[in-house]
């Protein structure tokens, strides 16, 4: 019987899936007239003012707390590898199809296991090297190479799924010392600099009819990552593990009615075969 518990986590974690998507549409909508650039940098800068206040309940001692660190570089390269992965993911949304681009971020999973295994040194099951090329084909059928033109914007988000893995695991890298709220605060206080300066080549000044659209990109994107701890602490993996799979139809959803994309056959079976492939390997992990 699925307790209270269980309910509450499902929530946390349709809610997640759900902004995501809706920041993927949301970029898609200022592509047009903002360089991904500018957008991240508002991202950036609305991810800071929300969760950095949550972070250290408005306390300043708090806040030297989080700030205080050993290990500057490592954040550094966390959050250096964080911004390429939020430019991906941008770019990718806005030249592709939003079911193809969150199918294909089913790939994070599988990518964060190879990356501890082979760059980290945590053992891992040949079982789940199996279910790794397991979801390698699940691309495959994708993409489609050599049956379809691979875009950029294709490229983007295969780069997207393996930035973030990269982050997946300096995080574990970071949390053997430090403490969450340090993680947070660096993460994203670097960010500002690092967005910033790629955004001015390109920058225009936003009107007042776009500011809205940009503030919300930094809003989903943080009540989204927000939702995921929360669905992480609240229930099992078994639990909200499936309803990831949502992103799916929220993606073909949205890409349908605000901006008549389609989503083919082959996409729903790529995603369901990458997914089947991370699920396994994230149930074997939590064994």
Request: positive net charge; proline residues 4%.
């Amino acid at each position: 019987m699925i307790g209270s518990a269980s309910l509450r986590g499902a929530a946390w974690m349709t809610l997640a899936a759900l902004m995501y998507t809706v920041t993927g549409a949301v970029v898609r909508h200022l592509a047009d007239s903002y360089s991904v650039f500018e957008v991240g940098f508002f991202r950036s800068v609305v991810a800071v003012a929300v969760l950095l206040p949550l972070a250290t309940g408005f306390s300043l001692k708090r806040a030297r707390e989080a700030l205080a660190t050993d290990r500057f570089s490592i954040h550094l390269l966390r959050s250096v590898l964080a911004y390429a992965g939020i430019m991906c993911w941008f770019y990718g949304v806005s030249r592709i199809p939003l079911s193809d681009y969150y199918a294909l971020q089913f790939l994070t999973p599988l990518f964060t296991m190879a990356g501890a295994a082979l760059l980290l040194g945590e053992s891992t099951r040949p079982a789940n090297w199996l279910a790794v090329l397991v979801g390698f084909g699940g691309a495959m059928a994708i993409i489609r190479p050599g049956l379809i033109e691979v875009g950029t914007g294709t490229l983007a988000a295969l780069g997207a799924a393996l930035l973030f893995a990269s982050v997946n695991n300096t995080v574990r890298v970071l949390s053997r010392t430090e403490s969450a709220m340090t993680i947070v605060a660096y993460g994203n206080l670097i960010l500002i600099p690092l967005s910033l300066i790629p955004a001015i080549p390109e920058w225009i000044t936003p009107g007042w009819d776009d500011l809205p659209w940009l503030c919300c990109v930094g809003v989903t994107a943080t009540v989204a990552q927000f939702a995921i701890t929360r669905a992480v602490a609240t229930a099992e993996a078994r639990i909200i593990q499936p309803l990831d799979f949502v992103r799916l139809p929220f993606a073909a959803a949205l890409g349908w009615i605000a901006f008549g994309e389609g989503s083919d056959l082959w996409t729903w079976v790529g995603a369901a075969i990458i997914f089947a492939a991370a699920s396994y390997v994230l149930r074997m992990e939590r064994k």
